[in-house]
């Protein structure tokens, strides 16, 4: 139990070495909560940040009573920082933002009225502002990606994601799995549902992925997808004698 459970949707951030933007995610963040769809809370993850982040992040917190932190004891990379804070968020609902801010908390207003209908509600970049290299590195991987795994998504690195946490929680999780949250949830029979959000350049602080782990990894995980869709286990329980309602 943690204060988490008081909300209906908590704001995953996950946070490394990005002391230089964490001001203006204490401002966006605490202007976007009062006009929240959803009642909502922030939960910042510091993925073993070496540079001043966790000291501000600790200082933020103090100030808004919507904010908490949980901090890795070491650097263990973005899927893991979310799953991280996807068992941590007790709410119903779990969003997912990144702390260079190169999407809008705004946004999450765009997202939430589909959550009551949609396990998983994400973004897409609309007039991305990145390079022309990244960009372009980012459609051969969705491309290839979409023809691998079979989901639909148009974006799905885009930093702007509703999710229902308990569907969330089931998911398989491994190293790169941030890639894969749309195919992933088709596992899990998850409704999809994208909807096209602003987009930004990276104002502070520097881009933690390069060519080998947005472009050659995932190309990798593709076949590690489609071997673990054929061996994915679901069942539904369709009877038992227990006394309460719940298994
Ligand atoms: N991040 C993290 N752990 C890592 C690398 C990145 O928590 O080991 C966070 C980072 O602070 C940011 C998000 O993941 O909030 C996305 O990282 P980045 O913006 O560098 O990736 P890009 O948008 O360039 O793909
Ligand atoms: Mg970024």
Sequence with gaps: MNPTS????????????????????EK???????TSLKRACVL??????????????????KRHSDFFY???????????????????AQSPLVGYIDADLQTSPEDFNLLLPYA?????VMGIRANRKDSFFKNLQSKIANGFRRSMTGD??????????????????????????????PALMLLEKGRMMQIPVRHFP???GVSKYHLWNRLVSPFMDCFAYRWMKKRYIRYQVGEHNFAETEV
Excluded: W
């Excluded at 966006?28 to 009062?34: Q, R």
């Excluded at 073993?48 to 600790?58: A, E, F, K, P, V």
């Excluded at 004891?73 to 941590?88: P, V």
């Design 70 to 88: 949980v901090s890795l004891a070491q650097n263990s990379g973005l899927s893991a920082a979310m799953k991280a804070g996807i068992d941590t």
């Design 6 to 25: 008081q909300y209906e949707f908590t704001i995953v951030v996950p946070v490394y070495n990005e002391e230089d933007n964490v001001e203006r995610l």
């Design 202 to 204: 990276r104002m502070a």
């Design 152 to 181: 639909t998504a148009k974006d799905t690195g885009c930093p702007l994601k509703v999710m229902h946490t308990d569907v969330a929680r089931r998911l398989p999780f491994f190293t790169g799995m941030h890639r894969f949250l």
């Design 44 to 61: 910042f993850v510091n993925d073993g940040s070496r540079d001043r982040s966790l000291d501000l992040l600790r200082e933020v917190c």
């Design 116 to 120: 009551a209908d949609y396990e998983l």
């Design 28 to 34: 966006e963040l605490s202007a976007f909560l009062p």
